[in-house]
């Protein structure tokens, strides 16, 4: 046999069709939550299809939904078990030929079953826990960058505006020092307004 376990990934939970071989679905479909108990409720499940099926161990299938189905995979890889993440526009185009019109998960879960045994489907590329967080963490701190690229294109801006003389007075625009000089002395007026000997005293203080 070739057992197969579906899982229509949402926001928080899951639902589950099992296969113990093609045109063979097991049990009706049911629904886990991405909680401890719920991830626990999934390994017997799984281990009860293996049994079913002469201790054949089933390959989980799930459709890939961002950051919604990470918990999952961690637990499958915690547990060993073999499992595909399809690429949404394949079930889509699987599902798109069928009669139904309405999205239903344990349709879809049963639907991602049917699709393991017509396509070549291949194992997801195991990355482990810490190769995912630094893939998050990558990708938000390529955000941050961006966020930060874009208040500079600003502040340029506001400075070419209020006080186009500062621009080229440090080397670095926004280092410590020009950041809180700028906070002290937003315009050319405020700069004005302090004497000569006043000023240097009050610019040691941001050194």
């Known amino acids: 046999m070739n057992p197969v376990i579906g899982l229509d990934v949402s926001k928080g939970e899951s639902q589950v069709q099992a296969f113990l071989d093609k045109g063979q679905p097991y049990r009706k479909s049911f629904s886990i939550k991405h909680i401890t108990e719920g991830l626990g409720s999934l390994l017997e499940f799984l281990k009860e299809v293996e049994n079913s099926a002469g201790s054949n161990q089933p390959t989980v299938v799930l459709e890939s939904t961002g950051h919604y189905h990470i918990p999952v995979i961690q637990f499958l890889e915690e547990q060993n078990y073999v499992y595909i993440v399809v690429n949404p526009l394949i079930s889509h185009r699987a599902k798109s030929s069928s009669l139904r019109k309405v999205k239903i998960d344990a349709v879809d879960a049963y639907h991602l079953c049917e699709l393991f045994y017509k396509e070549e489907l291949e194992p997801y590329k195991k990355r482990g826990i810490q190769l995912l967080n630094l893939r998050n963490l990558t990708r938000q701190q390529e955000s941050i960058a961006e966020v930060s690229a874009k208040t500079k294109l600003q502040l340029h ?17 926004y280092s410590k020092v020009s950041l809180l000089t700028l906070l002290a002395f937003p315009t050319s007026q405020a700069v004005l307004s302090v004497s000569e000997r006043e000023l240097p005293k009050r610019l040691v203080h941001y050194v």
């Open 157 to 173: 801006s506001l400075l070419d505006q209020v006080f186009p003389e500062y621009r080229g007075v440090f080397g670095s625009l």
